[in-house]
C-alpha cells in the first residue's frame, strides 16, 4: 500500500514552526557576526609578523576546523552551563541551550570566516599596503580603511557561500533539544504522526531560502567578474 500523505497539521503548526525559525535566525545572525569579527582578528593574528600571535590563531583554526561540528556543540552544550552558573551564579537547571548554541557556533564558524578572510586579505594587491604607508597611515589604519574595505568586497560570494552552510548546520542543535525550525518540524511531526510530511515541508524551506541565497552568490561573482 501507498503512503498517504496528509498536510492537514501544516497550517496549524505555522506559529510553532515560526518559533522554531526565529531561533534559527537568532542563532545564524549572531554566528556570523562573531564569527566575522572574531574571524577578522584571528585573519590579521595569523597575518602578523608575531609569530606568536600566528601560531596561536593556526592553532585555534586547525582546531575547530579537525573536530566535527555536532562535537563541538556538545561541548559547550556542558561546558556553557557550568561556566554560566560559577560565574554569574545563575541556578542549576536553567535554560541556556540557546546561549550554548550561540557560543558553539560563533566560535566554530570564526575558524571558517578566519580561512575565508585571510585569503580576502591576501588577494589584495601588495602595492595597496605600500601606497597607504607612504600615506603616512599606521598598520591598522591601512588595514581598516584600505586593505580591508577591498578584501569584504572580494570576499562576498564566499561569505554568503558560508552563511548557507550555516543555515543549514543549525539543525544539529537537536543533540541539546533545542526547538530551532528543524526541531520544531520534527516535534510537531511526532505529535501528529505525520513526521514525513513535516520533515517534507521543513526540507522544502530550507532549499527555498538556501536556493535563494545561492541565486544572490552567483549573482555577486557574475558582478565581480565583470
Known amino acids: 500500500m501507498g503512503y498517504d500523505f496528509d498536510w492537514s497539521s501544516i497550517p496549524g503548526a505555522l506559529p510553532f514552526l515560526w518559533q522554531g525559525m ?4 537568532q542563532i545564524m545572525l549572531t554566528a556570523i557576526v562573531v564569527g566575522i569579527v572574531w574571524g577578522t582578528l584571528l585573519a590579521m593574528m595569523r597575518l602578523s609578523a608575531i609569530k606568536p600571535l600566528g601560531w596561536l590563531a593556526a592553532g585555534y583554526v586547525n582546531l575547530f576546523r579537525s573536530v566535527p561540528l555536532v562535537m ?3 561541548w559547550f552544550f556542558l561546558i556553557v552551563p557550568r561556566f554560566l552558573e560559577a560565574v ?7 535554560d541556556v541551550r540557546l546561549a550554548s548554541a550561540m557560543v558553539g557556533f560563533a566560535l566554530f564558524e570564526s575558524a571558517y570566516y578566519s580561512e575565508i578572510i585571510r585569503a580576502g586579505i591576501q588577494s589584495v594587491p601588495r602595492g595597496q599596503v605600500g601606497a597607504a604607508f607612504a600615506l603616512g597611515m599606521t598598520y591598522g589604519q591601512a588595514m581598516r580603511l584600505v586593505i580591508l574595505p577591498q578584501a569584504f ?10 552563511a548557507i552552510i ?16 528543524f526541531g520544531a518540524a520534527y516535534k510537531v511531526g511526532d505529535r501528529d504522526g505525520r513526521i514525513v510530511e513535516l520533515l517534507l515541508f521543513a526540507g522544502a524551506v530550507y532549499f527555498a531560502i538556501s536556493f535563494s541565497v545561492s541565486l544572490l552568490v552567483k549573482y555577486f561573482r557574475r558582478k565581480a567578474a565583470a
Do not use: E, H, W
Open 153 to 162: 568586497r572580494n570576499m562576498v560570494p564566499l561569505l554568503l557561500t558560508q
Open 22 to 25: 526565529k531561533v534559527t535566525l
Open 88 to 94: 554569574l551564579g545563575l541556578a542549576p537547571g536553567t
Open 72 to 74: 563541538v556543540l556538545l
Open 166 to 181: 550555516l543555515f543549514q548546520d543549525i539543525s544539529l542543535v537537536y543533540v541539546s533539544a533545542l526547538a530551532d525550525f
